[in-house]
């Protein structure tokens, strides 16, 4: 299992609400932080203003009962329905922020920064991260975090805010049974502290036993066809049980670390309470209270009680709010690659790589080393060597996917870090051993090699790539959406459409990369027809396994542990003795091969 | 989310019992630890009751109070301290029942969904895909936590509380009962408009949201391409429609539903009723028509009722949302399982008839589901045993179908497959396994040692039997180049060797089985060419002296083959040897044609590369 066990570090507990507010007011953008802000101090004000009004229920209470007088206990019942109406009021205000759109509003502009980003980081960084990860990262992080802060926050600041100020309240009547309420507050604090790293610690030890019961399941279900042929099934099938059963211990235990901080807070609030209710009830024995403001006091105390004791679980969800927050800020802030200057566009393109070395940034051994090689315009350019060896690392840094970290790649003598990034992609052609489309239309798919093609030139990319005829064979012709039937599509039919989807795009480089590995033998000999149509006066980079097809190439370069150990013509290869005619001679071992011997 | 809210549990439209039945409900979900999950109910619902019992003995300490200010009402004032304690402890354990209640649920459902996909057809496995099932297992197991755990105990309180809260009211004072009933009646009342078009908004945020998914899976995977072709800006238009699509939808929600769900809110909100009672009290109280500790018990408890709301309202919305998990686990619950004989003793071994052919196919026909056309059509051929069969044809002619039925990916139509005599589902499968191997295309390799790999045929066997299986299968000398030789764990899924690597660990797999019948699905489709010569020497090991029925692309491969079948459209179109049927100038002769004419092709080719290509490999 390779589950990733260097978790980074993570920032402890120091973060406060100012440090949620910011990267809240970050995530939904200079347009909505001010409203986001108007939104956030409304709802404080609503919260303290709902724990005043609370707080007036004693003198008032004292009004109607110790000297019964109306007209008082009518004063401070208007205060007190104005307090809570001005607190709705504010709420209602604050609110808007979600319900007039604007936060939905603001969570649709970062989904859209967030693309924007995904186009221009590194590739080598985006490919390390999974799409499920990237997903849940747009669409579930920017949902659960964005939509229902305020929801939250409002949860969070009416469990602290309104009792706080309830106790405020009461204190200006009665000083005593204020003070001790308010004495509660300095308690909760330092558990709170010491509940958050703690909530982490769990989040995390279960998060890995969750990912290690993933993977199992995974291989369980992937070698399902092996385990049954070899009548393991069960057998396997009794290690995942094992896993389960493991990961339920650690749930329970997880459980058990989690809620305890929970119960401590809960079990103080609510002692707290009760030992302050008995000493409201020693002041009435002795005299110095009156039992209608005790009973008042016993109003506003249990509807304080379970906001107050239950807090702790709404700092959870701030918790994980924070971690999403900083995983988009995180990706926001990945780098794009540099562009150098002058900025310059090449006027011929052959290609060059001088003393290139590159090592992939999670790896500690080069993976090209050295290289060098000079791709005349319009030649032929053939790639072989062992799987791993370089080959495919070398396409990827034309296409800059990367850089160097030594050497230069060049086209036509220009440094690609000098060529403006979204151009340098115009010059480029790849056709890939796996093919993706678009989950869109054929004539999409195709077109998308050039947007602004006829329909016309579409159709002669389609025809020059041997495309016409199963494409016309399909339900809705060319409006027929890939998406639905792409499975539909051979392995050939799918290549032959990114063939003409190259095509059209006519770039005057052309990278091959195992285009006819994964076809049926049907399908090759029209993918073949088509790549003879592709590479007509073109520089082209091809990825060959099988060496027979390159034998025409004007210059074959032998990779090897990523530096280059033999070129040439195929004739002058095969005549020495070497690492090419040794595999030459395999391959052709291999062909003569048949199921009798 | 603000606006969702269903309350009418029992509206005409859900009871009705067709309906009913047909939609996945999560309770029954439940069955494997319904009565921890009810006791855990029992155990909040006693807490919801322990603490109105609370306001009611706080009532009487004030009511005490207010008669003898002088005296402790210890009675009643320890019974609310008591009572207090007993709901808090109550609430702990109602909460720790739910929690160890859904996580034994998750992994019964779990083991369960493991044992359930052991016994189904390796077709269903396939069709639904190994990570749509292995992501039914652990997430949407997952996903139901929240609603077993959380939501369970939360249900009883919102049932039990409003319930009895007016109970008491009724008894405190009807008056003030019905201003909170009244209230409490107008916030209903708008809940129910906010939730008007709640099913159909609900199903278009449900579409709006998974096409934004969609767009970033495809966003993020095609980025390698689509940065090549333009830069990202069809597809990134596309995620930008997905994402315009969502805030149209999210946007509509709120013009329609917005209102009347904020407003609804405020109104159930504690705040309004308290207000309101109070007021409506202080009236009643200069009236002398209210006592002073009936005025407060009702104070006490009368927000209760409108606070139960929102509860529910979270509680509606988590089902909704537990509801596909549910229907998917259920799904799989639910897959048919392969027919297995209940006549035969599993463990004896089948005595097969020598005279009879090794393997043989009798007039089978075969639809992939009741609504397909057959893949395959009354297909008949008999493998004697030691000879060596091809299936070959254009792809999706049927012939990988073949070689799959035989191991009962699926069961056939009609017609039967027999092996040594006996038809294939009258065997437990450990009978069928005794006698055939298969080596698939796609080698799978489990996060293990090379050696327990190797093993997996045969788990008895000696470190010898796998070390001779391994050189058989030319993987011995690469096996111990590597770190710890055998002992070497090979990464998940292998991840750590190349393709020809890992193939050649099958084939010591298969090797090791010694089984006399070899099924050989695409193994010759090379996905390491550089190994070739190495992963043919393994195969031609394996071969020897077994009844191989094998499926190749590379036709130069069979013509040596004792018969070969040709597939066209699922049924067989010609069958012979290699010289009779180029002769016959049929399909395969075609194949064959096409087949030659791609080998000798070469990348910008001329006709002196041409001339090189055919003469040089085939020296």
């Known amino acids: 299992m390779t589950t990733e066990t260097n978790t980074p570090p993570r920032k402890q507990s120091a973060t406060s609400f100012l440090t949620t507010f910011r990267q809240l007011a970050q995530s939904v953008g200079p347009e909505a932080a001010p409203g986001l802000r108007r939104s956030l101090a409304g709802l404080i004000l609503a919260a303290a203003l709902q724990g005043f009004g609370l707080a007036v229920i004693a003198p008032l209470f004292t009004a109607a009962i110790v000297n019964p007088d109306i007209g008082h206990a009518l004063y401070w019942f208007g205060l007190m329905a104005a307090l809570m109406a001005a607190a709705s009021a504010l709420r209602w205000f604050a609110q808007g922020f979600d319900f007039d759109g604007r936060m939905v509003r603001a969570t649709w502009r970062l989904r859209g920064q967030l693309g924007a980003k995904l186009r221009e980081i590194p590739l080598e960084q985006l490919q390390n991260k999974r799409a499920g990860e990237l997903n849940s990262m747009v669409l579930g992080n920017v949902d659960e975090n964005l939509l229902y802060a305020l929801t939250v926050l409002n949860l969070l600041f009416t469990a602290i805010v309104t009792p706080f100020c309830a106790a405020l309240g009461i204190a200006l009547f009665d000083w005593r049974m204020g003070l001790l309420l308010l004495l509660i507050f300095p308690t909760i604090v330092p558990l709170y502290r010491w509940r958050r790293p703690a909530l982490g610690r769990g989040k995390r030890i279960l998060g890995q036993a969750h990912q290690d019961a993933s ?303 994964a076809l049926d033998t049907e399908s090759e000999l029209a993918v073949q027809r088509a790549l003879d149509a592709l590479i007509a006066s073109k520089t082209v980079i091809v990825i060959a396994h099988r060496l027979s097809t390159i034998v025409g190439a004007d210059q074959i370069l032998v990779i090897e542990d990523g530096s280059l150990v033999q070129s040439g013509k195929h004739t002058d290869l095969h005549a020495e003795t070497g690492r090419y005619a040794r595999m030459w001679a395999a391959q052709g071992a291999v062909k003569k091969w048949s199921v009798a011997q | 989310m603000a606006v969702d809210t269903d309350l009418n549990e029992d509206s005409p439209e859900n009871s009705a019992p067709p309906i009913r039945k047909k939609r996945a409900s999560p309770w029954r979900i439940l069955k494997p630890v319904q009565t921890q999950i009810k006791l855990a109910m029992a155990i909040s619902a006693g807490s919801a009751l322990f603490g109105l019992a609370v306001m009611l003995q706080l009532m009487m300490v004030i009511q005490h109070l207010l008669a003898h200010p002088e005296t402790v009402p210890w009675l009643w004032f320890i019974g609310a301290a008591i009572c207090t304690v007993a709901a808090y402890v109550a609430r702990l354990g109602a909460f720790n029942q739910a929690h160890y209640a859904a996580f034994r649920l998750e992994r019964i459902l779990r083991i369960g969904l493991a044992e359930r996909l052991a016994r189904v057809s390796l077709g269903y496995v396939e069709t639904q895909g190994a990570g749509a099932l292995a992501k039914v297992i652990h997430d949407d197991v997952k996903a139901l936590h929240v609603f077993v755990a959380d939501s369970t105990p939360l249900y009883a309180r919102a049932y039990v509380t409003p319930v009895v809260t007016l109970g008491l009211l009724i008894i405190l004072d009807w008056r003030l009962a019905l201003v909170a009933l009244l209230i409490l009646a107008l916030g209903y009342s708008i809940l129910t408009r906010a939730q008007k078009q709640r099913r159909d908004m609900v199903r278009k945020y449900n579409t709006a949201r998974e096409k934004v998914s969609a767009a970033v899976v495809e966003y993020v995977q095609a980025m390698p391409v689509v940065r090549n072709f333009d830069s990202g800006k069809t597809s990134f238009g596309r995620y930008q429609d997905a994402l315009d699509g969502y805030l149209t939808v999210m946007l509509d929600w709120y013009r329609a539903a917005g209102f009347p769900a904020r407003f609804s809110w405020l109104v159930l909100s504690p705040m309004p009723t308290l207000t309101l009672v109070l007021g409506t009290g202080l009236w009643l109280t200069s009236l002398d028509d209210l006592s002073v500790s009936r005025w407060l018990g009702v104070l006490l408890i009368c927000t209760g009722m409108a606070e139960a709301m929102m509860p529910m309202m979270m509680l509606r919305h988590m089902i909704e949302k537990v509801t596909l998990s549910v229907i998917r686990i259920e799904e799989i619950m639910n897959a048919p399982e392969l027919q297995h004989p209940s006549t035969v003793e599993p463990q004896s071994r089948l005595g097969l008839d020598p005279s009879a052919p090794a393997l043989q196919f009798d007039n089978v026909t075969f639809s992939y589901g009741a609504d397909l056309d057959p893949a395959l059509r009354d297909i008949s051929f008999s493998v004697p045993e030691g000879s060596v069969t091809a299936l070959v044809g254009p792809s999706g002619a049927g012939k990988t179908t073949v070689a799959r039925l035989i191991p009962r990916f699926w069961d056939v139509t009609s017609g039967r497959i027999m092996l040594g005599g006996h038809d294939i589902r009258d065997m437990t499968s450990d009978q069928l396994m005794e006698q055939v191997a298969f080596v698939f295309q796609e080698s799978f390799l489990f996060a293990d040692s090379i050696a327990e790999n190797i093993r997996i045929g045969n788990p008895e066997a000696s470190d010898e039997a796998v070390i001779a299986a391994a050189t058989a299968a030319q993987a011995h000398d690469f096996i111990c180049d590597l770190p710890q030789g055998y002992d070497t764990p090979v990464g998940e899924r292998g991840v750590f060797l190349s393709g020809g690597q890992r193939q050649r660990i099958s084939i010591a797999r298969a090797l090791l089985q010694s089984r006399p019948i070899l099924v050989l699905d695409e193994a010759t489709a090379f996905s390491d060419p550089e190994n070739e010569a190495e992963l043919i020497a393994a195969l031609s090991a394996l071969m020897k002296g077994r009844t191989v029925i094998m499926v190749a692309h590379r036709l130069a491969t069979i013509r040596d083959a004792d018969q070969i079948l040709v597939f066209d459209k699922g049924q067989i179109s010609e069958r012979g040897d290699h010289d009779d049927l180029v002769a016959k100038q049929g399909i395969y002769a075609r194949l064959w044609n096409n087949y030659e004419q791609a080998q000798n092709w070469s990348l910008g080719g001329t006709d002196a590369d041409r001339t090189i290509a055919q003469e040089e490999p085939a020296q």
Not at chain 1, 335 to 354: A, G, R, V
Not at chain 1, 370 to 375: E, H, R, V, W, Y
Not at chain 1, 381 to 387: F, N, Q
Not at chain 1, 416 to 441: E, G, K, M, T
């Open chain 1, 215 to 517: 993977a199992d399941v995974l291989e369980y279900t992937q070698g399902l066809a092996i385990l049954r042929a070899a009548g393991r099934a069960g057998e396997k099938a009794e290690r995942l049980s094992q896993t389960f059963h493991k990961l339920e211990a650690i749930q329970a235990f997880g459980h058990r670390k989690g809620a305890k901080p929970n119960i401590i807070v809960a079990s103080i609030v609510e002692l707290g309470l009760v030992i302050v209710l008995g000493i409201g009830v020693w002041l009435v024995v002795s005299g110095s209270l009156h039992p209608a403001t005790l009973a008042a006091i016993f109003v506003i105390v249990v509807r304080l009680s379970e906001p107050l004791s239950t807090f702790i679980l709404y700092t959870a969800m701030l918790e994980v709010m924070e971690a999403a927050l900083e995983r988009i800020g995180a990706l926001m802030a990945t780098k794009p690659l540099q562009q150098s200057h002058p900025m310059q566009m090449p006027s011929e393109f052959s290609i060059q790589f001088d003393n290139v070395d590159f090592a992939y940034a999670q790896s500690d051994t080069t993976a090209i080393s050295n290289f060098n090689a000079d791709l005349p315009e319009h030649s032929l350019t053939a790639l072989v060597g062992p799987s791993g060896c370089g080959k495919t690392t070398l396409t990827r840094l034309l296409l800059r996917h990367f850089d160097p970290q030594q050497g230069s790649v060049k086209i036509g003598g220009v440094d690609l870090r000098n060529i403006p990034a979204d151009q340098l992609n115009s010059l480029l052609s790849v056709v890939f051993q796996d093919v993706y489309l678009l989950n869109d239309s054929v004539l999409a798919n195709i077109r998308m090699g050039r947007p602004e093609a006829s329909d016309e030139e579409v159709r002669a990319a389609a025809r020059a790539a041997q495309c016409l005829d199963f494409i016309e064979r399909l339900p809705d012709g060319w409006q027929t959406p890939l998406g639905e039937i792409g499975g539909r599509l051979s392995g050939g039919e799918r290549q032959r459409i990114s063939i003409a989807r190259a095509l059209l795009k006519d770039a005057p480089i052309i990278i091959l990369d195992e285009p006819t590995a």
